[in-house]
């Protein structure tokens, strides 16, 4: 099992800048995903970036430029630094381990990102 706790949400203005955190616990397999999602309401949950436990990254093509994914391993925690935030990245955001080999997936309980125009 792995629990992932997320921190960091809040309500900014556009064009302002947040940072999420996660933090992995319990079974952290050698081979990871760690990523983002977020779903916004009344839509499908959808990725927002990943990054593998070799360091690739992959993001969606709307945050590209705008948005960071890092992660610390000694910490077992992924970050996500959100800059020149739009009201179209509103919704909650989810952090996800997947483990690879076993085709595993684990959710956070989600955090509320809210930007106001």
Same mark, same amino acid.
Not at 31 to 43: D, F, P, S
């Given at each position: 099992?792995?629990?992932?706790?997320?921190?960091? +949400?809040?309500?900014? &203005? $556009?064009? !302002?800048?947040? #940072?999420?955190?996660? *933090?992995?616990?319990?079974?952290?397999? @050698?081979?990871?995903?760690? +990523?983002?999602?977020? &779903? $916004?309401? !009344?839509?499908? #949950?959808?990725?927002? *970036?990943?990054?593998?436990?070799?360091? @690739?990254?992959?993001?969606?093509?709307?945050?590209?430029?705008?948005?960071?994914?890092? #992660?610390?391993?000694?910490?077992?925690?992924?970050?996500?630094?959100?800059?020149?935030?739009?009201?179209?990245?509103?919704?909650?955001?989810?952090?996800?381990?997947?483990?690879?080999?076993?085709?595993?997936?684990?959710?956070?309980?989600?955090?509320?990102?809210?930007?106001?125009?």
């Amino acid at each position: 099992q792995v629990q992932l706790v997320e921190s960091g +949400g809040g309500l900014v &203005q $556009a064009g !302002g800048s947040l #940072r999420l955190s996660c *933090a992995a616990s319990g079974r952290i397999f @050698s081979i990871h995903v760690l +990523g983002w999602y977020r &779903q $916004a309401l !009344g839509k499908q #949950r959808e990725l927002v *970036a990943v990054i593998a436990s070799g360091g @690739s990254t992959n993001y969606a093509d709307s945050v590209k430029g705008r948005f960071t994914i890092s #992660r610390d391993n000694a910490k077992n925690t992924v970050y996500l630094q959100m800059n020149s935030l739009k009201p179209e990245d509103t919704g909650v955001y989810y952090c996800s381990f997947r483990a690879v080999a076993l085709k595993l997936d684990y959710w956070g309980q989600g955090t509320q990102v809210t930007v106001s125009s």
